[in-house]
T-cell receptor, first 111, second 116 residues
Framework: ETGVTQSPTHLIKTRGQQVTLRCSSQSGHNTVSWYQQALGQGPQFIFQYYREEENGRGNFPPRFSGLQFPNYSSELNVNALELDDSALYLC??????????FGPGTRLTVT | DQQVKQNSPSLSVQEGRISILNCDYTNSMFDYFLWYKKYPAEGPTFLISISSIKDKNEDGRFTVFLNKSAKHLSLHIVPSQPGDSAVYFCAASVHGYGGATNKLIFGTGTLLAVQP
């Protein structure tokens, strides 16, 4: 059984640029959630995808968007990057209302 | 507004002794609580959970206690081992129905150091 994988591991972008982060869910899981973890903080919920539809959103602006594909993998897109977007981005997969299993994260640095 | 709080940023315990990690919450709608462990350069790993209809759940060396009236939960690790050294996050959610979002609200974490 393959766990949750994320790519890339690290990324450095410049303010104003756009970024796409990728997540492959654990086998059999059809729900993907994205979280942002700033330094010294706990993960904060960005949004969740269930069967290719957004299924709940946290307090993040519209420049944070996502997609889920038929194989349940997912992308997180962030437009017009700001310095405060520097964080660890975590993807978690689950069955609906099931335990969420996290990937290792993508460390994004915005300069 | 921090709905889930872990007031101890760090905790140091001797190997073999009990580790007690604490968590408080403010939202009375939360009905499901979880503990995750996180090592550096890894994602959080699910440890144990508890539903609000229970006050205790055990899994091996890990026990979670829930006090709903005090809006407080704790994780007990007995006996503590050096490999338990990690950041522990408390999380809470409002369980929905049929595919509804179960977004997790996390605390800020407690760094546990188990000394050999």
């Amino acid at each position: 059984e393959t766990g949750v994988t994320q790519s890339p591991t690290h990324l450095i972008k410049t303010r104003g640029q756009q970024v796409t982060l990728r997540c492959s869910s654990q086998s059999g899981h059809n729900t993907v959630s994205w979280y942002q973890q700033a330094l010294g903080q706990g993960p904060q919920f960005i949004f969740q995808y269930y069967r290719e539809e957004e299924n709940g959103r946290g307090n993040f602006p519209p420049r944070f968007s996502g997609l889920q594909f038929p194989n349940y993998s997912s992308e997180l897109n962030v437009n017009a990057l700001e310095l405060d977007d520097s964080a660890l981005y975590l993807c978690a997969s689950s069955l609906p209302l099931g335990e969420q299993y996290f990937g290792p994260g993508t460390r994004l640095t915005v300069t | 507004d921090q709905q889930v709080k872990q007031n101890s940023p760090s905790l140091s315990v001797q190997e073999g002794r009990i580790s007690i990690l604490n968590c408080d919450y403010t939202n009375s709608m939360f009905d499901y609580f979880l503990w995750y462990k996180k090592y550096p350069a890894e994602g959080p790993t699910f440890l144990i959970s508890i539903s609000s209809i229970k006050d205790k759940n055990e899994d091996g060396r890990f026990t979670v206690f829930l006090n709903k009236s005090a809006k407080h939960l704790s994780l007990h690790i007995v006996p503590s081992q050096p490999g338990d050294s990690a950041v522990y996050f408390c999380a809470a959610s409002v369980h929905g129905y049929g595919g509804a979002t179960n977004k997790l609200i996390f605390g800020t974490g407690t760094l546990l150091a188990v000394q050999p």
